[in-house]
């Protein structure tokens, strides 16, 4: 389920005027659109490189990513209230051992899950569309016909000039809240030692990655 939420955390959009409530979630709708059709495309050009050069697989990934991602906003969501006790190093060493994650599940994700259609919502009309809370619904269905709803959150970064997703529910999970709530059990496990939370979570989510792997190459070989 992460992984198909790995697959919806993706946005980009040019400067926004000053927009109606609707406007403007139509606005971050056709923007997620036309995103997932490019990291799509992006995939399947590059999918031989994923057997043949992982490393230039996922720099090809992490090139269309990257500026898409805020990652310290999300790492800052994840660590919660520790995330101002945490020193700048900490914050830095968390959110770097985040991105490889992220992007080598996103990878592996994309590529087991070739067979599986995205159906865009249309915009919400009972919601209160801004630039700083804005909502976007999709459905992932897979092969057998499941569905699983998908809600994202996003917000426009004046920085930058796009949309951002801030958190994502999915199938009526809230992930942010869910890793969140992980890592705040982590730091009590360790006697409120940040650090050694850190490295846990860094340890867990290599596994994670490292399972990931697992079930793709079992998957490819059947």
């Given at each position: ?21 609707e406007?403007?979630?139509e ?5 997620v659109?036309r995103?997932?059709t ?5 995939i399947?050009?590059n ?11 996922y ?11 805020d ?44 067979d599986?259609e ?15 809370n804005?909502?976007v619904?999709l ?6 016909g499941r ?10 970064d004046?920085?930058s ?14 992930i ?13 496990d ?9 490295d ?23």
């Amino acid at each position: 389920m992460i992984r198909l939420l790995l697959l919806l955390m993706v946005l980009l959009a040019p400067g926004v005027q000053a927009l109606e409530s609707e406007e403007l979630g139509e606005h971050a709708h056709e923007v997620v659109r036309r995103v997932t059709t490019k990291v799509l495309e992006k995939i399947n050009t590059n999918r031989d490189l994923y057997e043949s050069d992982k490393a230039r697989f996922y720099w090809e990934l992490e090139d269309v990513l990257g500026p898409m991602v805020d990652f310290r906003r999300l790492t800052r969501k994840i660590m919660g209230r520790y995330y101002f006790d945490a020193s700048k190093e900490q914050r830095q060493r968390f959110a770097r051992a985040f991105k490889r994650s992220l992007l080598s599940s996103y990878a592996t994700g994309l590529i087991e899950f070739t067979d599986y259609e995205v159906r865009m919502l249309p915009p919400r009309k009972d919601f209160e569309h801004t630039s700083s809370n804005t909502l976007v619904d999709l459905e992932v269905i897979t092969p057998s016909g499941r569905v699983f709803p998908i809600t994202q959150s996003m917000y426009y970064d004046l920085s930058s000039y796009a949309w951002k997703a801030q958190n994502v529910i999915v199938n009526g999970i809230n992930i942010g809240q869910l890793f969140n709530e992980q890592f705040v059990q982590l730091v009590e496990d360790n006697n409120g030692n940040i650090g050694a939370a850190i490295d846990q979570w860094i340890e867990n989510l290599q596994e994670q990655g490292r399972e990931l792997r697992k079930r793709s190459v079992v998957s490819g070989a059947q």
